[in-house]
């Protein structure tokens, strides 16, 4: 017999699931869970056939086989189970460490473990709010992609040319300062794992180690050189030509540090640099005992590069940024760099066409990971205006993109979008963090799964066949 009337469903709550059919009403007073309900009128085509509540005869068709074999209890036998029991020996190494992080967030809190909060934070941290970092993260997040089916995307091909020469991935390791503070394998760490995996690798003016250092370091790389410029230009010529003779084929000078952002998380850790002995140090000793071990059996940390000048670690920081900068000195720089010549630090449209008619090789979309002004402009949104506008001037600058990247998706949105590559900060930290040159392997490894995942499910093999139209941004 066939329910003629209004067919209900009832979820089966025996489970949490939504498994069987009730052929009978439930009670709603022992089953408040069975007021959830769908209805479906009669006549709707879309409506289920319904089984029949009995067999002819009376049967209940629940008990007359109806009920598929393998839906049926059974006790289980040991030849069941032994295919399923596959207990391994627990693993501590480091490698089985890193290889537990599949996300970079995963390998962040690795590093939060692992590292005292002073250098955690510095690190981790951003400018006054941090409103900066957030907006930059939620820009990727707030797309959505718009795949291609039906495309053959067995082999994905993320190899591309940066500034004349080739990298293996859309992406490089960007310039960060105090590298060994927070992995004493630092600098070391990092420009080795970017030469092993065929991308850029850019020392930091900051860096706590020498661009001769690093140079012999990752023979094999390709390392780039960061310059905080300067008005003395004695100081800066000396770098630069350092930074030549070390084999670096371009330099990146930062322009967006005229004076130090506020990193209030350093004030409130009362962050002093290299980390001073205190009482509350001494405590998080305790809980990082292999961060101190390598911290106090290593070189003492200083700014490598720059160890003929005198003075503390302050003095030099705080010379580290000149506010009297302006365009004459880019143009004194185009004119004594040979190599490529790249800006960082754009954050409007009409700087991204100035510093190129200024002679700049290419530009990089970025606020400094957040770490200078709060509420600063967010390079994935600046994106297709600055792509448009370099465009329409018939140049060929490269676009590169850094701040808040923290998965090979973000990577392939900012390309799709019109980047010519990218760069990472606290992605490669997370994993140095996490595990030295290891994790800064692990951290790239993870990017380029993502990246290769991500493509193949846009249904797109090489990194130029993607455009604008496979993102489609939710809101700026
Ligand atoms: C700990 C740390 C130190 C940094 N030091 C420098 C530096 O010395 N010179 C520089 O140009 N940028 C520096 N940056 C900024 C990075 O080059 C890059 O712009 C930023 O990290 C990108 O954002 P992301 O960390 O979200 O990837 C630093 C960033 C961090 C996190």
């Known amino acids: 017999m066939w329910l ?6 009832w979820l089966d709550h025996t489970a949490g699931g939504c498994f069987a059919w009730h052929t009978e009403r439930p009670n709603h007073e022992t089953c408040p869970e069975a007021a959830m309900t769908h209805t479906i009128e009669p006549g709707n085509p879309e409506a289920p056939t319904t089984p029949p509540e009995t067999l002819p005869g009376g049967q209940p068709a629940v008990t007359a086989g109806l009920v598929p074999a393998a839906l049926k209890r059974r006790v289980p036998k040991y030849s069941d189970l032994a295919p399923l029991m596959q207990f391994k ?14 996300t970079i967030w995963e390998l ?4 939060k473990r692992r590292t005292p909060q002073a250098p955690f934070d510095y690190t981790d941290g951003a400018a006054e709010a941090e409103i900066t970092l957030r907006r930059a993260r939620q820009a990727f997040l707030d797309i959505e992609f718009r795949p291609g089916i039906l495309r053959d995307v067995s082999k994905v091909d993320l190899g591309t040319e940066i500034l004349g020469k080739p990298s293996r991935l859309p992406v490089g390791i960007a310039p960060t300062g105090f590298t060994r503070m927070m992995q004493s394998e630092g600098e070391y760490a990092g420009s080795r794992a970017a030469a092993e995996a065929g991308i850029p690798y850019t020392l930091s003016t900051m860096g706590t180690a020498s661009i001769e250092d690093v140079a012999a370091a990752a023979p094999d790389g390709r390392n780039w050189f960061q310059l905080y ?3 003395d230009r004695d100081r800066s010529l000396e770098l630069i030509e350092r930074a030549a003779k070390a084999g670096n084929d371009t330099l990146m000078v930062t322009v967006d540090t005229a004076v130090a952002g506020a990193r209030l998380r350093d004030v409130r850790n009362g962050m002093t640099i290299p980390p001073a002995l205190t009482l509350k140090t001494v405590l998080d000793a ?4 292999a961060w101190w071990f390598n911290f106090l059996t290593h070189e003492p940390l200083t700014f490598a590069s720059l160890s003929r000048y005198t003075g503390t670690v302050a003095d030099l920081i705080n010379s580290m940024f000149d506010p009297t900068l302006t365009f004459d000195d880019l143009d004194w720089l185009r004119e004594t760099w040979k190599g490529k010549l790249v800006v960082k630090g754009i954050q409007t449209v009409e700087d991204a066409r100035r510093v190129v008619d200024h002679g700049a090789d290419g530009i990089i979309l970025s606020n400094h990971g957040g770490r200078q002004l709060d509420r600063a402009p967010i390079p994935f949104h600046l994106l297709p205006d600055v792509t448009a506008a370099l465009d329409a001037d018939h140049s060929d600058a490269a676009v590169i993109l850094d701040t808040g990247i923290m998965s090979g998706a973000d990577i392939i949105a900012a390309l799709a979008l019109g980047a010519d590559f990218t760069l990472i900060g606290r992605a490669y930290l997370y994993g140095l963090m996490a595990g030295g040159q290891a994790g800064v392997a692990r951290a790239i490894q993870i990017l380029e799964k993502d990246m290769v995942r991500t493509m193949a499910l846009l249904g797109v093999s090489r990194l130029s066949e ?5 993102v489609r941004l939710l809101r700026t």
């Open 89 to 102: 020996k627990p693993e501590f190494s480091r490698a089985a460490r890193l290889r537990r992080a599949s």
């Open 466 to 470: 993607l455009n604008p139209d496979h």
């Open 286 to 289: 305790s809980y990082r005992p």
């Open 4 to 9: 003629d009337h209004t067919l209900t469903l």
């Open 229 to 231: 410029l300067w008005t």
């Open 108 to 111: 962040r809190d690795m590093a």
